[in-house]
């Protein structure tokens, strides 16, 4: 594999930003299935690359990604809503998507680039736990089948499975209907060496549009805040964490039809 300096990564980086920002969004589950071109899948490729040349210049630990929390069988009357989670950890923090019976459906692809390339020219753990749902409303069936969760960095995957099955009639569902948010992936705790970035997930759909908050534990919005920064897949980015940023955060997404919210905790340790 070839090794790529700084400078040569940051380069290789702003070629694949444009990439990030059109497909780094998780997508819809009630949008078809995803079907990628060869050109998408090369620059994936060279996105791969990237992080696999930073993580080599990076890492203080050795990387993996186990699942902590398998999805779980469902039996669903039609016209029900049903939802399914799953959890893992990793170095680096894994990202996770979703297929049902091996065909695309919630998919996440960035990881946490940005964090990296604040970071290079330090050691970093890089260790996360990753949580995700994936909320179908009016269960049909269609929606029935095995459901996979998997979850990888630039080094590993893994995956773990679930069966939905849908019994009855399915009652009418509304198309396309305006609907409040659903966070769909976020960071459920995260660990790295003071003075460094950090980056905490929280992807979500919605329609119309959702507006992503961030906040501490004292309630207060970082939005705004100069060490933070709120991405625009709605992670956060931490600035020279210190031993002060450590404790719980809260991501808010939120429309005119309501609001969905997780919770993360992050622990600075000591390089």
């Known amino acids: 594999m070839q090794f790529l300096s700084p400078c040569m990564l940051l380069e290789r980086v702003l070629s694949v930003f444009t990439w990030i920002a059109l497909l780094g969004r998780p997508l819809r589950a009630s949008l078809p299935l995803v079907q990628r071109p060869p050109s998408t899948i090369h620059t994936r490729d060279e996105f791969a690359r990237l992080n696999a040349n930073l993580d080599k210049e990076q890492l203080l630990e050795k990387a993996y990604v186990r699942i902590t929390k398998k999805p779980e069988t469902v039996l669903v009357s039609g016209g029900e809503s049903f939802e399914l989670r799953c959890e893992a950890i990793g170095v680096p923090p894994p990202i996770i998507s979703w297929s049902i019976s091996g065909k695309p459906l919630l998919m996440n692809y960035d990881n946490n680039i940005i964090e990296k390339l604040h970071n290079i020219g330090h050691k970093t753990i890089q260790n996360g736990v990753t949580a995700t749902k994936l909320r179908v409303p009016c269960a049909k069936k269609r929606h029935q089948g095995v459901y996979s969760c ?95 940023d450590m404790g719980g955060y809260s991501c808010v997404a939120s429309n005119q039809y309501g609001e969905d919210r997780v919770s993360t905790f992050f622990y600075p340790t000591e390089p």
């Open 150 to 244: 998997h979850a990888g960095n630039a080094h590993e995957s893994v995956e773990a499975n679930a069966t939905v099955a849908v019994e009855g009639q399915s009652r009418s569902c509304s198309r396309k209907s305006p609907s409040s948010p659903i966070i769909t992936m976020w960071s459920d705790g995260r660990f790295e060496n003071s003075g460094l970035a950090v980056q905490l997930f929280c992807r979500a759909s919605g329609m119309p549009d959702t507006q992503i908050s961030w906040y501490d534990e004292e309630h207060r919005l970082l939005n705004h805040n100069s060490k933070y920064e709120v991405l625009e897949n709605g992670d956060l980015l931490i600035r020279n964490a210190q031993w002060d």
